[in-house]
């Protein structure tokens, strides 16, 4: 009887030996870690992680790097993350390496010189000085159609409008060459030539003696469409255009200068 109850003792207490479950191993706590990471709750992620990375496991490692890499409101997580990827690259672990790779090229462009293709990013005195060249080079090609492009905003505009009356094309150009010697770049001037789709010829216009008129900045106006905004009724005209009051028909070339000088006091 005395033999039975220890027997029946004995079967208890190993019933009750494996029925109480064994703690999570290694690998459990690493994957509750990268759950908690990728819910978001990082502090849960990084109480799990950190005492397995101490203890020299690689995958912890690499997702603290992860970790780290994903939270910016640590002013040093870049660094933070950089040395959980190098601690488990050097333990031969290829995924650390490749985003140690990523993770130092964020840093170096975050502190140092920007660069493209491991080349430095700021140009070179040379590649200034082209850059000047090839910049010249198109406004002279722009200036042939539109004119010189203005670098400030003028302060008035005077813009000059014409038909098939080259003649009168010169003098405009000579009294605009004249303002811009005594105005600078408070004064612009636009050229239009007016062109009517249905009765417009060209050989009204270019002219033998259209011959020696710079035609720079010419545009054309198709059907006056310019023209009547300023009220232009007859070529050639001159508006003179202010950034303060209205537009001005002005009655000749020769008031150009005296309007200018009273606009531009």
Not at 38 to 48: F, N, S, V, Y
Not at 52 to 71: Q, V, Y
Not at 125 to 130: A, L, S, V, Y
Not at 217 to 240: C, H, Q, W
Request: glycine share 8%; hydrophobic share 45%; net charge positive.
């Amino acid at each position: 009887m005395r033999l039975h109850l220890w027997l029946l003792l004995g079967s208890f207490m190993a019933t009750q030996v494996c029925a109480d479950p064994l703690g999570p191993n290694d690998d459990q706590r690493v994957g509750e870690g990268i759950m908690a990471s990728l819910k978001g709750e990082k502090q849960k992620a990084w109480d799990i992680l950190f005492p397995e990375a101490k203890s020299g496991n690689i995958i912890a490692m690499f997702h603290l790097g992860n970790l780290m890499l994903r939270s910016p409101e640590y002013p040093d997580n870049l660094a933070r993350a950089a040395k959980f990827f190098k601690a488990a690259a050097d333990r031969g672990h290829k995924g650390s390496a490749a985003m140690l790779a990523q993770v130092e090229g964020m840093i170096a462009r975050k502190n140092g010189t920007p660069t493209i293709a491991g080349t430095s990013g700021v140009p070179l005195p040379k590649d200034i000085e082209g850059a000047k060249q090839a910049y010249a080079r198109m406004q002279a090609n722009v200036g042939r159609f539109v004119g010189e492009l203005e670098t400030v905003a003028p302060i008035a505009t005077v813009k000059m409008f014409i038909a098939d009356n080259a003649s009168n094309a010169a003098d405009l150009v000579e009294i605009s060459k004249d303002a811009k010697s005594r105005f600078g770049d408070k004064v612009a001037f636009e050229y239009f030539v007016l062109i009517d789709q249905a009765n417009w010829d060209p050989r009204r216009v270019f002219t033998p003696a259209s011959a020696g008129v710079p035609l720079t900045g010419f545009r054309p106006d198709m059907n006056g469409v310019e023209a009547r905004k300023y009220g232009v009724r007859s070529t050639p005209a001159i508006v003179l255009v202010s950034q303060q009051g209205k537009p001005k028909l002005l009655s000749n070339a020769q008031s150009v200068i005296t309007e200018l000088s009273a606009v531009l006091r």
